[in-house]
């Protein structure tokens, strides 16, 4: 577990391991050498942790992260979460190696069954860590060799939800190895639009998969490959009783539009081969890593065109292959040398063929004619960075991290930065924990959402642009997406009060040139880039852990705001009125959450686990009258529960497991289709109660 992680485990043990495990330990134990978090705020979530939830190992990623300090829930068109108030920016990891984005956050994509702990680091991260640097998601994978054997599941419940899953591990002489997969149907793939209970055309049938296996050539070299698949079909929720906008020649004018009939299909897979080697007094690893990811939206071709002007085939595919290789080297006791690069090469496709409604109507019949209109751009993308730090170890209780990273894009924009990083931990007493530390952060943009659009194809249509692309202005007066470029500085001390409560408070403050920002802008549930010019997000997390016997409990409030002002890229996606605003005031970024709280319980009574926690969100950012994002959403409070119990009746133990999502039914919206970016309104779940079952073997 990563130095500083407020998580609390018992001390591991070899009693009843394989020689293999054994191994197995040893070089996973030298691998968290290759990286250092000092001087960061870590948040974990063991295996134990994440079964004690309620939903257990059926919570999704980014549900569990949800009980992490700082993070606020977000709709699935809107990156599904945020941690300290950023929009996505949230690098992933698998035992130290970065997983590349896609045309999707990785949130959909893994689960939490493969998972043998997941921490949040937060804070000045060390030079080691760049480009997505909100926070990182940092996930350790089970192993066949420490949990041999395996499992089948069953779950399911209201809204037509059901899932099915497995999991199995072992070894064979020096190779270890460990699957999951799963499959998971339900009536609410994408948040309801409305506040019924049941959605209407909105179901989903997802397959996911994950794969490892480890071979040890020695005793000081390991080659690991790690592998993942997801694919998803979605059909894209209605609302009924909406007015048609626009009466379109040779096509029905009383098209309802509960009937709309929109899908969108996603597919994602990943593989890692990574090799380790331990050497006297230190560690290397190098990597190969790959994600391929293709997103497909399908609109209804007379629907969309009756309300919103215009239909559009939406394409958006990513080939990503790179390599990253890491290095640590503990020069004498006081000093530990770390250096390190990445490469990777992404080539990048958007596609999109629309049917779109001519400006002014037919003055005769007052009817619109249409026109068809096909994009393309794809881009062969290049990202390379480099870093050396040194942890120096001034005493037994103070330490200091001193590091240099350098970050160079080739993408739509080439640009490059030189990124000084310091971090300093200081433990005064025993319990005690001070961290502080600055750095200078370089984000490059997501590159399928950041090309240029032919803007000029639009004229003369109810998709022409107010701010560019006109006749006046050719389309480069749309700026294109920039690197974001920031510094941050970050506080906080951890306190153990007695044995089992530990209470924390961290304090950060950003200060960004070129703040990267997201939104979705069109029926495809498809984020497209921009930039503010000037930005500061400042915030303060408190947490409290306790644990005590068969109980333990938990609790985190974050207080939050970001602000942004003059958008210089991609302008054609802004309101003009909203974008002379902008210009001239700073204004909440969209997903800016003022207070957000995360709390959660567990009890185990005689076999039988008791389990709550909840969210709370002061309310995401919705227009207020002539300022955009001037206002939020309302408050809500959402609980769940969960009763698990272990039967004895087969060799192997069975789990029965009972949950309630939703516990008071508490009706409200995560968006409600106002703010900067913001397409559609959402709706949280209503009450839903599950029956899971799953058999050991």
């Not at 640097?133 to 940092?138: A, E, H, P």
Request: net charge negative; aromatic share 12%; hydrophobic share 35%.
């Amino acid at each position: 577990m990563p130095k500083g992680a407020t998580e609390i485990s018992g001390e591991a043990s070899t009693a009843g391991q394989t020689p293999l495990a054994i191994d197995n330990e040893a070089f996973d134990e030298a691998r968290k050498s290759l990286f250092t978090q000092v001087g960061t705020a870590s948040y974990a979530f063991d295996k134990d942790k994440i079964e004690a939830l309620p939903q257990g190992t059926q919570t999704p990623v980014d549900k569990l992260l949800l009980q992490a300090p700082g993070v606020a829930q977000d709709s699935a068109g809107s990156g599904q979460l945020h941690v300290r108030n950023e929009h996505a920016n949230l690098q992933y990891r698998i035992n130290g190696i970065l997983l590349p984005d896609g045309v999707s956050g990785f949130g959909d994509v893994l689960e939490t069954q493969f998972v043998d702990s997941i921490s949040l680091v937060t804070g000045a991260l060390p030079a080691e860590y760049g480009l997505h640097t909100s926070g990182l998601v940092d996930i350790i994978s089970r192993a066949g060799s420490q949990q041999p054997g395996g499992s089948i599941s069953s779950y399911g419940g209201s809204r037509g939800t059901f899932t099915q899953s497995f999991e199995y591990g072992g070894s064979s002489g020096p190779v270890d190895y460990f699957f999951t997969g799963r499959y998971l149907m339900n009536d609410e793939g994408i948040e309801n639009p409305t506040p019924n209970w049941d959605a209407i055309h909105d179901h989903t049938d997802q397959e996911k998969g994950f794969g490892y296996v480890s071979a040890l050539f020695d005793n000081s070299t390991r080659l690991s490959w790690i592998s993942g698949v997801s694919v998803q079909n979605f059909q894209i929720p209605n609302t009924p009783g909406l007015t048609p906008n626009y009466k379109v020649a040779g096509l029905p004018q009383n098209f309802q539009s509960r009937l709309l009939d929109e899908h969108q299909f996603e597919q994602n897979y990943y593989n890692v081969l990574a090799l380790q080697h331990k050497i006297e007094n230190g560690d290397w690893q190098l990597a190969y890593f790959s994600r391929y990811s293709d997103l497909q939206f399908h609109p209804d071709p007379v629907g969309d065109l009756v309300f919103n002007g215009i239909a559009s085939s939406v394409e958006r595919r990513s080939l990503l292959n790179g390599i990253q290789g890491d290095g640590s080297y503990r020069l004498n006791p006081y000093n530990t040398i770390r250096a390190g690069f990445s490469v990777s090469a992404e080539q990048t496709r958007a596609t999109s063929a629309s049917t779109v409604l001519f400006a002014d109507p037919d003055p005769r019949t007052n009817e619109y004619d249409s026109k068809d209109v096909f994009d393309e751009t794809s881009k062969l993308g290049w990202l390379l960075g480099v870093y050396a730090q040194d942890e120096i170890r001034l005493s037994d209780r103070l330490t200091l991290n001193v590091g240099l990273r350098f970050d160079q894009m080739y993408e739509y924009v080439d640009a490059n930065q030189l990124s000084p990083r310091v971090s300093l931990e200081y433990r005064p007493f025993d319990g005690t924990t001070f961290h502080a530390g600055y750095a200078r952060y370089f984000t490059p943009p997501p590159q399928v959402a950041s090309g240029p659009v032919n803007i000029t194809a639009f004229n003369g249509t109810i998709q022409q642009s107010g701010t560019c692309g006109d006749k006046k202005q050719n389309q480069q007066s749309c700026g294109l997406v920039q690197p974001e470029r920031s510094h941050y500085f970050d506080v906080g001390v951890t306190q153990k009060l007695f044995p089992g409560l530990e209470v924390g408070v961290d304090a950060y403050y950003k200060l960004a040139h070129d703040l990267l920002d997201d939104g979705q802008f069109g029926a495809a549930l498809v984020l497209d880039a921009f930039n503010y010019e000037k930005a500061t997000n400042k915030g303060i997390e408190f947490k409290a852990k306790h644990n005590w016997g068969n109980f333990s409990a938990y609790g985190n409030v974050a207080i939050a705001e970001q602000r942004g002002k003059n958008i210089i890229s991609n302008q054609y996606l802004i309101d003009p009125d909203d974008l002379t605003y902008i210009a001239d005031h700073y204004i909440y970024t969209d997903h800016t959450q003022f207070i957000t709280v995360s709390a959660g319980l567990s009890y185990l009574w005689d076999g039988t686990r008791f389990s709550a926690d909840l969210i709370y969100g002061s309310g995401l950012r919705t227009d207020a009258p002539d300022i955009p994002n001037g206002d939020s959403v309302p408050a809500y409070t959402q609980v769940n529960l969960g009763v698990s119990h272990e039967f004895h009746w087969f060799e192997e133990p069975t789990t029965l497991r009972f949950d309630v999502v939703n516990l008071f039914d508490d009706v409200y919206q995560i968006r409600d289709g106002d703010g900067i970016g913001v397409f559609a309104p959402q709706y949280g779940p209503r009450r839903g109660y599950f029956v899971g079952l799953s058999q050991k073997f």
